[in-house]
Structure formats: C-alpha cells, structure tokens
C-alpha cells in the first residue's frame, strides 16, 4: 500500500478510542464513555475476518472457528480479506451493518486499525483481533502504548522467536559451523508488529548461545516467493557465505529462503532453515530427500480460532472482559516428529 492509501484510511492518531474495560487505562478506570458493548441476548453472531485466507494455517484458523462456534450454537461468518486493506474497512461496516455482535480480525495491513476500532464502537460491536496486533490510536501498533493495543488472540511473539532461536543455535552447533563462515538471514514483513517481535527474539536467543555470527535482515512481504526473490538477491550479494541459517516470520519466509539457496546450488548440508507454522515445513518431510529445512515451530491455527471464538463467546454472553492477550501452545517439530504431532500436511 502506498503513503497516499494509508493516510486515506488511516484516521487522525489524535483520536482516543477504548473499546471495552480491557482497553481502558493501566490504572484500571473505564474511559469516560463507558462500555459501549453490552451482554447478547439470544443466539450470538460472529463475523471472522481473516487476512491471506487461503493460506494453509488461516484455513486451519477458520476450521477451528467454525468447530467451536457450532458447539457454542453460534452464527458465524468468515471472510477472506487478501490483502486489501480498503476491503477490511468496507467488511466491518458490513458485519456492523449486518447486525454481528462481534468481530474478529486479522488485519491485512495495520494502517487500519484505528478507522477498524471506530467503525466497531459507532456500531457497539465487539472486537477482538486474532495474530496480528492493531492499535486504537493509530497506524502503527509497535508505537503503540499496550493500553492502545486491542485485545488479541494468538502466539507470543517473544515465546515463539525464542524456540526457532534455541534451536536453530543447536542445528548450527551440531553442524560444526564456524561464524566467519556463516549468515544468518531474518526474513519479514517490517510493518507487522508480531514480525518484529518474533525475530528480534530468535535473534536474540541464537545470538546469546552461539555468539559471532552476523545477521543479514531481509524485508520480505511474507509470502514464499516474495522472500525467495528478496533472499535471492541477497545470496547474490554475498556469494562467498559457505553456510546458511534462516528464519523468519512465517513459514513462507523460510521456505522462500530455503528454495532460493536451493537454487543458487547450495546444498542442505549447508542450510538451517527453522520454520514458524511448520505447514509449508512438512512437505520438505514427507519423502526421505534431505532438505535445507531442518525443524519448524508448529502453530496450529485451530486453536486459534478456536480460542478467539470462545473469548468472544465468553465476553458477549457472560460479560467476561477480554484478556489484553491469550496465547494457544506451540510445538517444535522437525522430520522424525511432525507425524507424531498431530500436524496435518495438506
């Protein structure tokens, strides 16, 4: 999206918008308009609005969505979103419209959190954001104070950063690199904030158990072959590096990278490539070929939705306020494993 879109749908970062008691101030006082969302009566409708709903784990988020809204007994809707952040915005004035109780996003780009927020109070909707955060006050929500930060349901960013850290760290020990022979590569979308967060803590944890190696950051936009044409030329750029660690925001990012060393001819002996989804993972696992692809972090978007259901579930019907976050579990799974996880390879 370019500056003039963002300012368009952006709203002014001067306004303060709460929606709901979890939003409120630290000190724990509601804003002065109070809680615009009131307790449901009678069957409850949801809508999900999902980013990129047709990749693999937000599939799997909307298959967990739906299963728990039919054993709660409610109406839900799942929309697709892409990637079109003017279709977000046009979305939520239609579920308000439509008479939804509530709403749960995965924003396709943050810019439109605050015009989101708004939309969801004027209509008294209640909102609730699924993996990615969005911030009330404006466009950016890793400027964000954690009182601007609407109410969110996925993975600790921190958590899961740090296990593709540790154990790409011993994938790299067990290999017998050196540094001055290696690159690690950080692949992500610099925007989203959950990116961020799961990166700069991989980096972190690898750099504090194996010390010295440099990291090359890749701006990607976090699809698998937007990261391979990025890495690609970055490989290019450092042609002399003998060894290659990546990791990256999502699956698609290392996938992209591990493709791309592939294709420059660097074999898997000499590639660490920890997923974070472990979806596009698997398919590197299911025959015996050795891959560059050596674990992955699985995330199962079904206890996502799942989870996000039931807050919203738990909030309209017994007036239980949202957690400021709710996290489902993560497990490192690699080729002798995923099977055994429960993981589903489609």
Partial sequence: MNSSSRRRI?????????????????????????????????????????????Q????????????????????????????????????????????????????PDPAVGPQVVQTARDGKVALLTSDDQICTTGPDPAACGKDGLVPRIGFSGSQMGGEVGKRAAAEYEKAGWKAADTRVIS?????VTVCGDRVGAARKTFDAAVPGVKT????????????????????????KVKNWVVWGCNDENVMGGVTALQNAGVGPDHVIGVGLGAY?????????????????????????????????????KNGKDFPQEAFAPTTMVDHSSWRASGLTCG
């Fill in 187 to 191: 692949a992500w979308k610099q925007d």
């Fill in 56 to 107: 693999e784990y937000f599939v799997g988020e909307a298959a967990g969505a739906k299963a728990k809204a039919e054993e709660l007994g409610i109406d839900l809707k799942v929309v697709n979103l892409g990637n079109d952040a003017n279709k977000t915005v046009s979305e939520v004035q239609s579920a308000v419209a439509q008479k939804a109780k509530g709403i749960i996003i995965v924003v």
């Fill in 216 to 239: 090359i950051d890749v701006p990607t936009d976090n699809t698998p072959t937007g990261a391979q044409d990025k890495i690609a030329a970055t490989i290019t750029a450092n042609s």
């Fill in 280 to 316: 596009l993972a698997c398919k590197e696992w299911q025959t015996d070929k050795q891959s560059g692809m050596k674990a992955a972090l699985f995330i199962n978007g079904k206890d996502v939705g799942a989870l996000a259901v039931q807050t919203m579930y738990d909030r309209l």
């Fill in 10 to 54: 952006a709203v002014s970062t001067g306004l303060l918008l709460i929606l709901g008691p979890t939003a409120a101030c630290s000190s724990g006082k509601e804003s002065a308009g109070g809680d615009p969302v009131g307790k449901a009566d009678g069957k409850i409708s949801l809508t999900y609005l999902q980013k990129q709903g047709d």
